[in-house]
């Protein structure tokens, strides 16, 4: 299993932005994310930090493809793209 280190909190207007780290099978990945509020209060309805929820997509992320298939810089948003059931599950592993 991968240990995730999410880091780096900066608040803009509309979004937060974070500096990710995946440690997974001695190797280190870096990423830089963006959540939206939007996708904040989706996913997790304020229950949670926004780090928290940046934390649960990047294990949501890595339960469905390896770290280096994940994109080096993305906002959250774009994991819908690729995985619909994500508005489901997410919030559920919070």
């Known amino acids: 299993m991968a240990d995730i280190e999410v880091a780096a909190e900066t608040e803009a207007s509309n979004h937060w932005s ?11 990945h870096d990423y830089t994310v963006t959540l939206s509020f939007q996708d904040y209060d989706l996913w ?21 493809e390896p770290a280096t298939a ?8 774009v994991i819908r ?12 592993m919070l």
Do not use: I, W
Not at 70 to 77: I, P, R
């Open 18 to 28: 974070y500096t990710v780290s995946v440690f997974e099978a001695g190797r280190k």
């Open 70 to 77: 994940v994109m080096a810089k993305f906002d959250c948003s």
């Open 44 to 64: 997790s309805h304020g229950r949670v930090s926004p780090s928290r929820v940046v934390e649960a997509a990047f294990q949501f992320l890595l339960a469905n």
């Open 81 to 92: 793209r690729f995985f619909p059931q994500v508005d489901k599950e997410l919030p559920e």
